[in-house]
């Protein structure tokens, strides 16, 4: 039997009562001609089980429609609402308040082109570096039988690819990365996992010596200066330290062959 789980409690103030929170937002709409970037502070009670998300909204709703952020699902799948909380790169739906102090500061993602106040273009970006990698099926098989509804594959295979797959592109280990701030078109730990994923799919035609092609250069997996901070920002917790090791070895390997 599962052991009870505590009860999350609320954190207090000297009086007992439910903490006023101050949410700080860097604001800065560039659509707005004459807009400047500054911080805005709302004042919100905290109430049992709030993330990020639930104070964001309850501010827009009640205090100010003009704030920007983006959600979509809510429960860290769609990865758009990644922002800099408290200086870290992390997913706002994911973080609950009760983590951080009574001030909690907030700043869109760096990086990334601006939209306006904590919203930003990660999509763009994601596809710029989708196209570069063609971060998709390059099938072995060119003629594949579309008649079979599934096509075999080694379950322990599956599950290192699958593990792979979790990305979710919300860009927080490109807004940690200091390569990706020194070089615009460094595909980041996202496209180096990308190119890991497919390396380990048997149905993709392609070898070491097309993946060098690819990123075998400063923009990519020599571009890498093994910082880590992807690594311990991945909201999903992908083994990202590992996945590059292997790349820069296996793009080595083949540097030196060739
Ligand atoms: Fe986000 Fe992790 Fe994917 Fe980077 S590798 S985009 S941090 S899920
Ligand atoms: Fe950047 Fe991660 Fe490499 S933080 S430098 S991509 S190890
Ligand atoms: Fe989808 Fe946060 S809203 S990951």
Request: glycine share 8%.
């Amino acid at each position: 039997m599962n052991a009870p789980q505590p009860i999350q409690v609320v954190p207090r103030n000297g009086n007992g009562e439910p903490r006023r929170l101050q949410i700080k937002v860097l604001r800065h709409n560039p659509q707005l001609a004459g807009s400047v970037p500054h911080w805005q502070t709302y004042e919100i009670e905290e109430a049992h089980g709030m993330t990020l998300f639930i104070a964001l909204t309850e501010i827009r709703e009640k205090q100010d429609p003009s704030l920007q952020f983006d959600f979509v699902c809510r429960a860290g799948i769609c990865g758009s609402c990644a922002m800099v909380i408290d200086g870290k790169p992390g997913l706002a739906c994911r973080t609950l308040t009760k983590d951080h102090g009574r001030t909690i500061t907030l700043a869109p993602l760096p990086f990334f082109e601006l939209i306006g106040d904590l919203s930003v273009n990660t999509g763009q970006w994601m596809r710029a570096m989708s196209e570069r990698l063609q971060g998709w099926l390059q099938m072995r098989d060119e003629s594949p039988d579309i008649g079979r509804i599934e096509q075999p594959m080694d379950p322990d295979l599956a599950d290192k690819i699958y593990e792979l797959d979790r990305c979710i592109e919300c860009g927080c280990c490109v807004a940690g990365c200091g390569t990706a701030r020194m070089r615009e078109d460094f595909v980041g730990a996202v496209g180096m996992n990308r190119v890991a994923r497919f390396r380990l799919d048997p149905r993709d035609a392609r070898d070491d010596a097309d993946w060098y092609d690819i990123i075998g250069d400063d923009d990519g997996v020599f571009g890498c200066m093994s910082l880590l901070a992807c690594h311990d920002l991945c909201p999903k917790d992908l083994p990202l330290a590992t996945q590059i090791a292997f790349l820069r070895r296996a793009m080595v390997r083949q540097g030196v062959q060739a």
